[in-house]
Nanobody, 119 residues
Framework: VQLQASGGGLVQAGGSLRLSCVAQ???????????MAWYRQAPGKERELVAQ???????NYADSVKSRFTISRDNGKKTVYLHMNSLQPEDTAVYYC???????????WGLGTQVTVSS
């Protein structure tokens, strides 16, 4: 499995971005049983969970992004999205897509996409 993330960029505070992550080299039936998540890592900080959507479409969010970010998935496209609104400078980080196969717990990471929010 390869995870291809896109959609990062430079945005002013208060702006919005949508990140996408496509799972490549995997079949649809496998993708549907995977939990998907977005993590982020800011300079000098540890990687942290931002949002997760499970194979059954349950979601959970870091407290810092609740009500501002929305995670969703399109199984037909083998894609997970992260809609980010009201972005703040503290949201600046490299955002990583994560996939966990719920059957065997195999985990994959994408290469990351940079999000920079200017004040």
């Amino acid at each position: 499995v390869q995870l291809q993330a896109s959609g990062g960029g430079l945005v002013q505070a208060g702006g919005s971005l949508r990140l996408s992550c496509v799972a490549q080299r995997t079949i649809l039936s496998t993708f549907t049983i995977c939990d998907m998540a977005w993590y982020r890592q800011a300079p000098g900080k540890e990687r942290e969970l931002v949002a997760q959507v499970t194979s059954s479409r349950n979601t959970n969010y870091a407290d810092s992004v609740k009500s501002r970010f929305t995670i969703s998935r399109d199984n037909g496209k083998k894609t997970v999205y992260l809609h980010m609104n009201s972005l703040q400078p503290e949201d600046t980080a490299v955002y990583y897509c994560n996939l966990v196969n719920t059957r065997d717990r195999t985990q994959y990471w994408g290469l990351g996409t940079q999000v920079t929010v200017s004040s």
